[in-house]
């Protein structure tokens, strides 16, 4: 058989099973098409020559096992393959981070433009799982020092192994920390792409998110258990002109109606995704008083 029978093959294959595909990929054929790529240790963009090539029993039994645990384990490729790309990069990932997919790529290969009249000397990304948006950022921003920050000390592992991939060391820093708590100094940019999925919503999603880690999706009943904090506390560590990029994915619409007065200024990508918005230093010290509103004392609480 010819690899590209083989994800002919595979495609038929996935396209039958009750998968999902949205980690990394949107369909069956660019699935079967990664899974097989990857098995064979082929990338992505392979000459079509080299997918007329025929492979050995041994490389069909790899795939086919590749593609079996796809199907029972229901773990997204990616975990399966151990590496994601985002934004042209390629990262370690495994299960103790999410799959990366944010939109944010887009707006780090765009290097924030309009909104950065400048390069920023130093970026956080807060909550960054395999660090991939920090990550990125560095390479956007060669002379920037960037700090990456997550709760999960497993998850910062696999940052590190990152930092270290991509030979980053002398400029990007892993802490653990929660939110805030031990980020040092103050920033141009904050990025981040934190929980923000309702509990409701996450007990409803397919399989392979929940092959995810739960603290990496789920921020309480309305989804902004973490945003409202990282908006009140985030002025503490801007500079001036400083900026904030946060993405709250589908739970857009509940945050402005939760908060009408604040002008969110919601990104359009070309590429797709959506959700994601930012404000200034100036916007959020302005509107401090409707983040720590009363009646939002519970979800701000000790602070
Ligand atoms: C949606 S994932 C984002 C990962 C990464 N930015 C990306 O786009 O792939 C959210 C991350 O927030 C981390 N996290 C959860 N609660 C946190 C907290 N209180 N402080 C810091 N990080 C937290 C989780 O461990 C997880 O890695």
Redesign the pocket.
Known sequence: MTVIQLIEQATQALTKQPLYFGHGTDSAEQEARWLVLGALGLDWETAAAELEQAVDAAAETTVQAILEKRVETRQPAAYLLGECWFAGLPFNVDER??V?R?P?AELILNKFKPWLSEPPKRVL??????G??GIAAAMAFPEAQVDI????PD?LDVARSNIERHQLQGRVRAIE???FAHAEGTYDLILS???YVPQWEYDALPAEYHRE?E???VAGEDGLD?VIPMMLQAPNYLNEGGRVFIEVGNTDEYLANCFPEVPFEWIEFSNGGSGVYTLSCEQLVAHKNDFSDDSLSDLVEGL
Request: some cysteine.
């Open positions: 981070v999410i990366p944010s944010f990304d807060l909550c960054c799982g395999s991939c948006m920050i997550d709760l999960s998850a920390s929660d939110l792409n934190p929980p880690p603290m990496s999706l973490l």
